[in-house]
């Protein structure tokens, strides 16, 4: 018989959504007349804007006649990377730096294709599970804490090839980048997920100059870039002089927009970008998606050219700011019991303290005593242990009646 991939062996555990997924369901079946309410995956609740939507209409209207019907369009359209890169990057990249896709996840896992299995990997410890889960899948992650047990490498937290920066109140949720190995892939979210927390420009900053001295590359999330209101907080890692140099931006549609069902999202790998021999990034990227990929849906991008004009931009300020205030009642909630947090004020994420509890003790508890599904900090990595992760995408009145029954049942 076929052998089982020995990478997928080496995940540690199902892959946390689902797993959250799956208690809740054990609960609701236990409890038929629970009202459950959901705090946990990030997943949009609200209905795609109007002016948006009449974007995706027409994509479908589209497909309807001859004369402007389409088929594969591997890059995405034109006209819609040109708008990306114009709203997003004030025209600092051409199209071809501009890769339309079906969301940032999936591109997070077509570019650990990309970097292969001999990579060394650098993430914010807690991160987001794609970034360590899909470098375990794709062999980059080296050897799991059980295959380790002579000592003859560190897998101190969890895998020989990952290195943890923790992210924690002590250094403010900002890494300590002297940690950085050489040559690394540098996985980085600001707003981040799980903590909330967004990064300075100044950090930004110190962050490409520790990739550009360890010859390291940067994968730079910037998925909740919408929800950002500081004005003096940088939308995306471009902000940052010499970061085309050293670093890939992925972005998405799913939590501006509303587009998590619908995907499309874009990455842009700057022509400028390098591996050691010389060999351009952009170009292997290409070849990569072309091969593994074939494009976006043309009914999405639609939507994606619709979100980007003034209209579509009003509207996905109307509908971050929607979730926001979500995140602004939770965070006073959790300020009623006294309850330490972050996040929720450039992001819809909101990162609770419980010091010196286990997390999914906590999560438990939640769900137990006021029917609240969350996520457990410990699932995004061991910095996360004692930790809750809040979402606020959520029905108004869903948030509401969640914060009155923390409140009130305390
Ligand atoms: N990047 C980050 C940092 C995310 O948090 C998420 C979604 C994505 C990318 C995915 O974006 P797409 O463009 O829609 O692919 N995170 C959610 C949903 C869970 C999941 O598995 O993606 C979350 O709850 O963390």
């Not at 290409?286 to 494009?295: E, L």
């Not at 996905?316 to 947090?341: D, H, Q, S």
């Not at 009145?397 to 914060?403: G, L, N, R, S, Y």
Request: glycine share 10%.
């Amino acid at each position: 018989m076929v052998k089982r991939n020995i990478n997928i062996a080496r995940l540690r555990a199902g892959y946390l959504f689902p797993e959250i997924a799956r208690l809740r369901r054990e609960f609701a079946e236990l409890h038929p007349d629970a009202k459950i309410i959901s705090m946990g995956v990030g997943n949009t609740t609200e209905p795609i804007m109007p002016h948006i939507a009449e974007g995706l209409i027409e994509g479908a209207r589209r497909l309807k006649y001859a004369e402007t019907y389409s088929g594969y369009a591997d890059e995405g359209l034109a006209e819609l990377r040109e708008r990306i890169s114009g709203v997003y990057y004030k025209n600092m990249f051409g199209i071809n730096e501009i890769f339309i896709s079906d969301g940032s996840k999936c591109d997070i896992g077509r570019l650990q294709i990309m970097f292969g299995s001999e990579v060394k990997i650098a993430v914010q410890d807690p991160s987001y599970p794609v970034y360590v889960d899909g470098s375990v899948i794709a062999g980059a992650a080296g050897r799991e804490k059980s295959e380790c047990e002579t000592g003859d490498c560190d897998t101190s937290a969890g895998y020989s090839g990952i290195k943890y920066l923790p992210c924690t109140p002590e250094n403010k949720y900002f890494p300590d980048l002297s940690k950085i190995e050489n040559n690394s892939i540098i996985y980085f979210c600001s707003p981040n997920n799980p903590t909330g927390a967004v990064a300075s420009k100044h950090q930004l900053a110190a962050l490409v100059a520790a990739a550009l001295r360890t010859g390291s590359i940067i994968v730079y999330d910037a998925a909740y870039s919408e929800y950002i209101r500081d004005a003096a907080l940088p939308k995306t890692i471009y902000e940052i002089p010499d970061a085309e140099k050293c670093a890939i931006e992925v972005n998405s549609f799913s939590k501006s927009a509303g587009f998590t069902g619908v995907r499309l999202g874009w990455s842009v790998v700057p022509a400028e970008l390098r591996f050691a021999e010389g060999e351009s990034v952009n170009s292997d990227w290409s070849r990569v998606s072309a091969t593994i990929f074939n494009g976006a849906s043309n009914i999405a991008q639609y939507g994606g050219l619709a979100a980007l004009d003034t209209e579509g931009q009003n509207e996905i300020r109307e509908m971050t700011g929607f979730y926001l205030e979500n995140a602004r009642l939770i965070r006073e909630a959790l300020k009623t019991l006294k309850i330490n947090c972050i996040g929720g004020d450039n992001s819809p994420y909101i990162w609770a303290h419980f010091p010196g509890r286990d997390s999914w003790d906590v999560f438990a508890e939640l769900l137990e005593k006021y029917h609240i599904v969350t996520t457990p900090g410990s699932g995004f990595g061991p910095a996360g242990e004692s930790f809750i992760r809040f979402s606020a995408f959520g029905h108004r009145a869903a948030v509401k009646e969640a914060c009155m029954r923390l409140i009130s049942r305390k």
